[in-house]
């Protein structure tokens, strides 16, 4: 009878946190989390400026390393959905643990022959895009495992520690990635390989069986078309949830062009490449502070009136650019890398609110599908961005170009203050409670 039982009982889920010290390694569980995620984001960080350069150096060819550095863009755009719910079914331990092996046999099958032995160059653009789907992959089933090891009331803390991840590495990940090519073709390469062996040390080491409490019973699952458009489904039928991806797909567009404003700007008037490198660098700083700060604020405002409060203060930073190429040129030294470290500090306050509402609000089984297919919009934002900022460019000045974004972003801020009663009254919203107070599990859609 206990054999039988044995064969046919499911895995039950690990149980969530509490914030009465039921469960004291939370804590130890999510630090392995995010040093796991923050290697492999500085793993990336230094892979993806590596193998341009790689590139160039074994062909001496600009298209061929552009096509080459391409070739990991694709993946991240068309397989945030698929992975999604591959994430959402299994177990984001073991996906997290697939996903560094595979950047391990990248590495070893694919890059290193190119480095130690010249063997064909497009070996690279295999290597970028396969390992572009192990990062996208960890970096889903990582999303999964936060609300499994984290407190609800640490949740948005939890966030805005992830963000901060994000920014440090882009500050350090591709200066790293050129000191190390700099040294040797091979260091950025064997750099890579330990990174990924660390994170596998690191993640063998969190719990077994983290799984969606919700999750449905065993039985024949649903088709993948299915799946897809449950996510889709649930981010159109939540209101906040479909107003920060269209908010944060605009302006995710618009950031591009103010990013190819700031570099024709910073060329044209002739400033040395380490004060442009500078000023670029000035988004860094301003999403690690603002990973600092989000929390109390996140903590204290619902998720509409936070984004509000983002999109006006995006606004601003627009009309300080607007402003600096008005005046006398000595102004763009502070003009510039204040707009831009503004747009990566305010990005990470609702980057903290958009991950601290889908982990409260949405389903852990559907928390994959609904982070996929907001990515696939945000993500796909970047290159029509890049795209149209060209042409404005080519046929504006940078200040015609600066006075349409901040039009832009200004009538977004009014649209959105104008929707935000209807939003506070739909009771969609839900402030996230204080520490210490008991949360009631969100209703299922």
């Known amino acids: 009878m206990d054999g039988v039982t044995a064969r046919t009982r499911t895995a039950a889920p690990l149980p969530v946190p509490d914030d009465t010290g039921a469960r004291p390694l939370w804590r130890r569980h999510f630090a392995l989390l995010w040093s796991g995620g923050a290697l492999n984001g500085l793993g990336t960080m230094t892979f993806t400026l590596m193998v341009p350069l790689l590139a160039l150096a074994q062909t001496g060819s600009p298209v061929a390393a552009a096509w080459i550095a391409a070739a990991g863009l694709v993946p991240n755009l068309v397989l ?32 290193a022959p190119v480095v130690l032995w010249s063997a064909p160059v497009h070996l690279l653009a295999a290597a970028t895009a396969l390992h572009a789907v192990c990062s996208t992959l960890f970096e889903a089933a990582a999303a999964i495992a936060v609300p499994c090891l984290v407190p609800r009331s640490e949740l948005a803390a939890a966030s805005a520690k992830n963000e901060a991840h994000v920014h440090g590495t882009q500050m350090i990940g591709r200066p790293l990635g050129g000191f190390l090519f700099g040294l040797a073709a091979w260091a950025p390469v064997l750099s890579n390989a330990v ?118 203060t995006w606004s601003l930073s627009l009309a300080v650019l607007v402003l600096a190429l008005s005046l006398d040129p000595r102004w763009l030294m502070l003009g510039l890398p204040l707009t831009w470290g503004t747009i990566g500090f305010v990005g990470a306050h609702i980057n903290v609110t958009r991950g601290t509402y889908r982990a409260l609000r949405v389903p852990r089984r559907l ?70 107070a008991a949360a009631p599990r969100p209703a299922l859609p």
């Open 80 to 111: 945030h959905l698929p992975l999604g719910v591959l994430a959402d079914r299994g177990d984001p331990r073991r996906m997290m643990l697939t996903a560094q092996t595979g950047r391990l046999v990248v590495i070893a099958l694919l890059v």
């Open 367 to 436: 928390l994959g599908r609904v982070i996929g297919t907001d990515r696939v919009f945000t993500s796909g934002a970047l290159p029509l961005g890049m795209v149209c900022g060209g042409y404005l460019l080519e046929y504006l000045s940078p200040r015609a170009t600066s006075v349409i974004l901040l039009a832009g972003v200004g009538v977004i801020a009014l649209a959105v203050t104008l929707l935000l009663p209807a939003l506070e009254r739909s009771g969609a919203a839900g402030r996230p409670r204080s520490a210490g």
């Open 195 to 312: 990174v990924s062996l660390c994170v596998l040390a690191g993640t063998v080491l969190l719990p077994r069986g983290m799984r969606p409490e919700d999750e449905p019973a065993p039985g024949r699952r649903p088709s993948l078309v299915r799946e897809f458009s449950a996510g889709l489904a649930l981010l159109l039928r939540d209101h906040v949830l479909t107003l920060t991806l269209v908010v944060c797909a605009v302006t995710n567009a618009v950031f591009q062009v103010v990013w190819l404003v700031i570099m024709l700007v910073a060329t044209d008037r002739g400033l040395p490449p380490h004060l442009i490198g500078v000023i670029l660098a000035a988004t860094g700083i301003g999403g690690l502070l603002g990973s600092v700060l989000a929390p109390h604020l996140v903590n204290r405002f619902s998720a509409p009136r936070m984004v509000v409060l983002c999109v006006w």
